[in-house]
């Protein structure tokens, strides 16, 4: 079966403030008559687009991985019983989670944890005994919450599918941000005179490779290109107040977010923006500004420095208190930022094809455990370690290799280039052998909570959680027999 993901725009390789041992990828790709359309939307079959590309990103191939040496891994396997897993560490949680609690603000505080991005119970527990709290994306990611020890007043809940089941989460504290006028009409003819927040779709919005601040992409949840939230229009020309006003509505808080890996120069001025919105609705007395602080997986990324991008956002909420004479609590959602670099999938090279272009290293992962490079063309650090587990024996040797998962999809790569999925891109890496291990860093985020989970009938990987070089099992590897549970016989 073959595979294909079409891209009308690029993800975005985003920064934070991690090391990564100068691990910086060099990618190479060689496009070829095809029957295939270009990212661009020419048709790629002409022999004038036979191109030759190769990106400015070259280093010598690193000997360890961002928190993982070779000696690492062994142990590591043998907690989760074999490889892929995925191993998160501890003490980047934690250092993330204390960058996001000391953002700048003037009136308090609170960070909410975009959990869609990795959502297993022990990383939960990490963040709550850190103080920060919930933004859920569904009624299933409330209670999974709930389960994790949160308390349903901790929670705050953005979806795009608001089910009947809302009602009963409000009644127990969870806050609700309604996301278009039916949700609000909902949520109004369910609690009339209830409190809840309107998120705002302001009219831009920012992510990936796109300079466009209203043409879609994967990426960017702001604009008229996007389904998320009200549009802005609606507020202006008074239909929000109209059903806040016919059900008695009290609007308490503003929600707004554009996009991942958003500009900050945007991101500032939607905050100024979101604050306008509060003069609309007088109740109101925190706005939400979202996520998408860009995170560098890559060294060559640029990072988002949050007291930076935080103080004119601090200074806009005083500005308002001036002019408005009212304090307006502050609430962030990082997702990506806070578990993005504390994560990595280890694997093994299973096997290596090699044609007349290209030499392919097949791993025992695929996009069951990593779907950001199949479906954004996103980027991530590749390191080859020997099977050995001794860093003695990574050796200098380097071959230029495309890295490929165990799915049974031509889509199904480790290495495409910088935005473009469909593309082979190839990474200088230590010459491997069958049974080396791989370890694919930047992978805390939206891979585990956003695989192909079971295809090929592949099991759900493992994961382990670091700390101090010792690893703790946090997820058992699926067996067989639990994907199959609810599976009927006739």
Known sequence: MKFSLLVLLQVSLVGTTFAFNNITPKITHSLKSSNKHSSNGHSS??????????????????????????????????????????????????????????????????????????????????????????????????????????????????????????????????????????????????????????????????????KSTTGFSKTNVGGPSSSFGIWVGSVEDGTVGGIVEEYGIEVERIHTHIGSGSDPEIWKQVAVKSLSFAETFPTVTSVNLGGGYKVGRNPDEVSTDLQEIGEPVKQAFIDFKEKNGREIKLEIEPGTFLVANAGCVVSKVQDIVTTSEYTFLKLDCGMTDLLRPSLYGAIHPVTVLPSSGSQSDVGTETEDAVVVGHCCESGDLMTPLPGEPESLGTREVRKASIGDYCVIDGSGAYCSGMSTKNYNSFPEAGEVLVEGGKGTLIRKRQRLEQMLVNEIDI
């Not at 929670?155 to 609700?176: A, N, R």
């Open 45 to 210: 079959n002409d022999s004038s687009m036979n191109l030759q590309r190769h990106s400015n990103l070259h280093a010598v191939p690193p000997s360890s991985s961002a928190f993982l040496n070779s000696q690492d891994i062994p142990p590591l396997e043998g907690v989760v019983g074999t490889t892929p897993f995925y191993a998160y560490s501890k003490e980047r949680l934690e250092e993330s989670a204390s960058q996001a609690l000391a953002f700048p603000n003037a009136y308090g505080l609170t960070v909410r944890y975009a959990m869609k991005a990795l959502p297993t119970r022990a990383v939960l527990q990490i963040f709550r005994k850190s103080g920060i709290k919930i933004d859920a994306s569904s009624v299933f990611e409330v209670e999974r919450a709930v389960m994790a020890g949160y308390e349903y007043s901790d929670i705050s809940l953005s979806t795009q599918e608001l089910g009947e089941e809302f009602k009963g989460l409000v009644e127990k504290g969870v806050k609700v941000n309604c996301c278009s006028l039916d949700q609000l009409r909902k949520f109004g003819s369910a609690f009339p005179g209830g409190k809840c927040g309107v998120r705002i779709n302001p009219g831009v919005g920012s992510g990936g490779f796109s």
